[in-house]
């Protein structure tokens, strides 16, 4: 019963009040930053149950003094019980979505894969297109880029590249972005202006940490090469780049984008974190492998989740059938609309499942 429940999270909330006023917790640096921590997340929840348990208190009140001797009392209470009955009903289907379990990955770092897909230099220049998005969208929400490695082609394009967002909550703010994205213009070396499909994937990872997934140093094979592509002064003459393969399941990163072969390395079993990481994830949740699948594909441009349209100057969802019509902004890292109507949608489709 929701009641029973949003009490139990009012009790916790005070219990933890009460712990971190304690001057035992306050001289335990990790327990007062535990316990802090999960005040933050629950505090949306505790401002909602509040307001149900006040609107449940006047239904209450109201449906006596409707049922009462008092002619006055009745009339009053009779003109507020429908409106607080549909007040109630809006806050307690509002209290059943925070009361859902959290993904615990949501508030990892994320590690981000575009890759180039059908379209050739056009789908490059596309995959760069996305890369500025995710970029823009990080710059305006506090968090953080840092390129592991990337492939740039001579015209300005991508042919893929591989960064870290980090800062809280990184993960579950970009996770439904992860899918085959299309793009429908004419390119700058159309002469005859006809509209050209391309296509980019983009894979987003949650950030393992190194407790999470043990690498024993005998299980990689570490080769290290020559730097290629535009790098500045000194990118191309020491062998700094890093390749690194995980033998026992063949995965392999590299990563080339610094000077120093052993910040290459670290960013390099970064990435490979993440993936082992999402790997394992993947064996265990049978829903999220087919989840995963079906967003990723293989980079054709008929496995889509989201069409750019710039002659239209439309983004279409095709997951959730949400067309907005402000292109230029989309691109500009304006994505939380559209975000939040994944993640809205999500929300109900949990709730259906319950």
């Known amino acids: 019963m929701i009641e029973t429940r949003l009490s139990e999270v009012l009790q916790r909330y005070e219990g933890i009040t009460k712990d971190l006023a304690d001057p035992a917790v306050i001289a335990d640096r990790s327990r007062f930053q535990a316990l802090a921590k999960e005040r933050g997340r629950v505090e949306a929840l505790v401002t909602k149950a509040r307001e149900y348990f006040d609107l449940a208190r006047q239904v209450r009140d109201d449906e006596e003094a409707a049922a009462g001797s008092d002619a006055d009392l009745r009339e009053i209470a009779a003109a507020e019980l429908p409106e607080l009955r549909d007040r109630l009903a809006r806050v307690t289907e509002e209290a059943k979505v925070l009361l859902l379990p959290k993904d615990s990955r949501d508030e990892k770092n994320a590690i981000v894969e575009i890759r180039a897909g059908t379209g050739g230099e056009e789908a490059a220049l596309f995959a ?3 890369y500025r998005m995710y970029s823009r969208f990080a710059e305006e929400h506090g968090l953080r880029i840092s390129v592991m490695d990337s492939s740039p082609t001579g015209t300005g394009g991508l042919k893929e590249i591989v960064f870290a967002v980090e800062g809280e909550g990184a993960f579950g703010r970009l996770k439904f972005e992860r899918g085959v994205h299309r793009v429908q213009r004419v390119p700058a070396t159309e002469a005859s ?16 940490e190194e407790f999470e997934i043990e690498i024993r140093p005998d299980e990689l094979r570490i080769d290290v090469y020559r730097a290629s592509g535009p790098g500045g002064q000194g990118v191309n003459t020491t062998d700094s780049a890093v390749r690194v393969t995980h033998i026992p399941t063949g995965v392999v990163v590299t990563c080339q984008d610094e000077r120093s072969q052993h910040k290459n390395k670290a960013k ?9 990481w999402e790997a394992e994830e993947e064996k265990r949740t049978k829903e999220i492998a087919q989840s995963r699948k079906a967003m990723i594909g293989t980079g054709d441009r008929s496995e889509k989740i989201r069409t750019y349209n710039f002659p239209q100057g439309r983004v279409t969802d095709h997951r959730i059938g949400l067309t907005l019509h402000k292109l230029d902004r989309i691109l500009a890292g304006e994505l939380d609309d559209l975000l939040k109507a994944l993640h809205d949608a999500e929300q109900l489709a949990r709730l259906e499942k319950k």
């Open 193 to 208: 202006g006809r509209i050209h499909t391309s296509a980019a994937t983009v894979a987003v990872l949650p950030e393992a």
């Open 128 to 130: 760069s297109d996305l």
């Open 268 to 276: 390099a079993l970064r990435v490979l974190r993440a993936r082992l």
